[in-house]
């Protein structure tokens, strides 16, 4: 496909369980963000991927929420023991992140939204 | 810290113009973003900014000042197809890992009223 894509688009979990949530960047793309918006609000940065450098991951709010990128290319994020404030809607974006920066514009997948019960 | 601020809310009439501020404090700064955002959707790419001035494209402008932290997003002849929430992001640069980190404000909800 041409865009971003993620997986599932929805997700209705119970309280305590773990949830795997996927993104498929643009081919071609080296960097790689995850965002969680929560209803009415701004994008809160998790987690950002670049190539084969290790990973910012100053964003996840616990250590119960983890991200990998396989290949430089898919990549998962992982809560574990959800809990019902992590209810959102779960945002992966990728850039071709050019060297000196540049526009470096973001392109957003769906999203996937999550609901905790 | 970092810090974008920006108006939770605006209403405007159609064919009018509208002004949507955004001010920020970061520790470094490598761009700003204005993103587009209709309900239940992601956002989408509107412009972006690195040296001061004001960026046309269309119907939307942007500007910028560095110095004053200050960025607006214009934008005219408005359609109710505008009406969605509009995100200002800065990019700030990472020095201990040479990559970026893009902060987003809680972004602007834009109602177009006939």
């Known amino acids: 496909g041409a865009g971003v894509s993620q997986s599932p688009s929805n997700k209705v979990t119970e309280k305590g369980k773990d949830v795997e949530l996927r993104c498929d960047p643009i081919s071609g793309h080296t960097a790689l963000y995850w965002y969680r918006q929560s209803l009415g609000q701004g994008l809160e940065f998790l987690i950002y991927f670049q190539g084969n450098s290790a990973p910012d991951k100053s964003g996840l709010p616990s250590d119960r929420f983890s991200a990998e990128r396989t290949g430089g290319s898919v990549s998962t994020l992982t809560i574990q023991r959800t809990q019902q404030e992590d209810s959102a809607v779960y945002l992966c974006a990728s850039s071709l992140r050019l060297a000196g920066g540049g526009t470096d514009t973001q392109y957003f997948g769906p999203g996937t939204r999550l609901t905790v019960l | ?114």
């Not at chain 2, 973003?33 to 939307?60: C, I, M």
């Not at chain 2, 929430?85 to 980190?101: E, H, I, N, Q």
């Open chain 2, 1 to 114: 810290g970092q810090n974008i601020d920006q108006p939770t809310e605006m209403t405007a009439t159609e064919g009018a113009i509208v002004q949507i501020n955004c001010t920020y404090q970061t520790s470094g700064f490598n761009g700003l973003f204005w993103y587009q955002q209709h309900a239940g959707e992601a956002p989408t790419f509107l412009s972006y900014n690195v040296l001061d001035g004001l960026e046309e494209k269309g119907r939307f402008s942007s500007f910028l000042s560095r110095s004053k932290g200050y960025s607006y997003l214009l934008l005219k002849e408005l359609q109710m197809k505008d009406s969605a929430s509009y995100l200002c992001a800065v990019r700030d640069p990472m020095r201990w890992t040479g990559g970026f980190k893009t902060i987003f404000g809680a972004g602007t909800r834009l109602f177009v009223k006939a």
